[in-house]
């Protein structure tokens, strides 16, 4: 699916650029442009980067989830 339709980003592309490291939609708009034109992508491409660097997570850490990672640890 086309996400910023300015610079012809998908949203593997932006999927992509999670994997390979940008931890944020500033990072991913320096790698692939997603957002640096009109802007009017920008809520769109942040809503992928957010899906998914949790989704990123999800893999590093399958056992937890997203709620028991936002829990505190008590000892
Ligand atoms: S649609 Fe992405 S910058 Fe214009």
Avoid: F, W
Wanted: one cysteine or more.
């Amino acid at each position: 699916m086309l996400v910023c339709h300015c610079r012809g980003i998908s949203d593997r592309q932006i999927r992509r650029a999670v994997k390979n490291g940008c931890s944020s939609a500033r990072e991913v708009a320096r790698e692939t442009g997603a957002g640096m034109r009109c802007g009017g992508c920008r809520s769109n491409v942040k809503a992928v980067v957010n899906e998914a660097l949790a989704s990123e997570l999800a893999k590093s850490a399958p056992g937890e989830t997203m709620l028991e990672m936002a829990l505190p640890v008590e000892g």
